[in-house]
């Protein structure tokens, strides 16, 4: 029987087990253990590993507790610009959008871009006219805010300073994503981010860069990551793990180890991946302190935040 799949990773970084506490812990968990559940009661109903990821991330988009959706980091304008993608392994076929406000679930919209638009990446007001077009769920600013993320931007409103999603101390990433295998024998990822806190100029991160944050193939599996941005799409480190499959014939494994203990490291890429084989192989892969993470495959669901 075919097997199914599905892993999510709701960011990573420098996650200090002394500065959380056992009820935040359990928070996190929880949101994370009710998304992976969520996909997988998708796949196990025969649906498609794009539904999985699609029904994963917007539980973590509906979350304030992760970095996307609900919850994205502010701008420099003390705005929410978000950005997103999923990608489906059988035919390569892939939709993003980056910069995108007011869109309750971005990695819907990223879906849509796929199925309907004829293009790949959408960004700012057109990917928002679009968004309206297919009649998507629309949100205020006020529906984004979160008081944590907000003294996050405090800290560093008016300066250069572009920062991660961290607090003091603590430096952590909370891009949320999923990857999953379906019944079928098809492969998807799926990323969605808020981005940095402070950015300007439009500026758009790994998540929505297909090859960069978001990559899936049949012949090799599906990944979704997370980190400093700028390090992932110059290292485009999930297409790299696909290429150092397909080419050099390393297992799914091995692949991402080179990827993440090796070739971001260099180039100051602190964070991780997730990613799924096509023979149901998960991998959940950081070389930092911690990723917020989850994963039901062959041996059962898996929840965890730290090493
Ligand atoms: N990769 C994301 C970005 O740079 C950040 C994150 O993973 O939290 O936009």
């Known amino acids: 029987m075919q097997k199914i799949a599905i892993a999510v990773h709701g960011g990573a970084g420098t996650i200090d087990p002394s500065a959380m506490t056992a009820k ?48 994205a980091v502010f701008n420099a304008d003390g705005g929410h610009e978000m950005d997103a993608a999923v990608m489906q392994g059988n035919d390569l076929r892939a939709g993003a959008v980056a910069g995108v406000q007011n869109v309750k679930n971005p990695v819907s919209l990223a879906r849509l871009v796929m199925e309907r638009s004829g293009h790949v990446l959408l960004s700012g007001r057109g990917a928002f006219e679009f968004a309206h077009r297919c009649k998507l769920p629309l949100e205020d600013d006020a529906y984004f805010f979160d008081q944590f993320r907000y003294d996050q931007w405090q800290e560093v409103k008016g300066s250069e300073q572009v920062r991660l999603d961290h607090s003091a101390g603590e430096k952590k990433f909370g891009t949320v994503g999923a990857v999953a295998l379906d ?93 799924v084989d096509r023979d149901g192989r998960v991998v959940l892969d950081f070389n930092c302190p911690g990723m917020y993470r989850a994963k039901i495959d062959e041996a059962g669901e898996e929840v965890a935040i730290f090493r």
């Open 24 to 71: 935040m812990e359990a928070a996190y968990k929880n949101a994370l253990s009710l998304a992976v559940r969520r996909g997988h009661g998708a796949l196990s109903q025969g649906g498609s590993s794009l539904n999985a990821v699609e029904t994963a991330v917007r539980v973590l988009e509906d979350s304030p507790l992760f970095n996307a959706g609900r919850g």
């Open 183 to 275: 019944v079928h024998g098809n492969l998807a990822a799926a990323t969605s981010t808020g981005g940095m806190t402070n950015k300007r100029w439009g500026r758009i991160g790994d998540s929505p860069v297909i090859g960069a944050g978001t990559y899936a193939n049949n012949e090799t599996c599906a990944i979704s990551c997370t980190g400093n941005g700028e390090a992932f799409l110059r290292a485009v480190a999930a297409h790299d793990v696909h290429a150092l499959m397909a080419y050099k014939g390393l297992s799914l494994k091995e692949a991402v180890r080179v990827v993440v203990h090796e070739k971001l490291p260099p180039l100051d890429g602190e964070g991780g991946l997730i990613a």
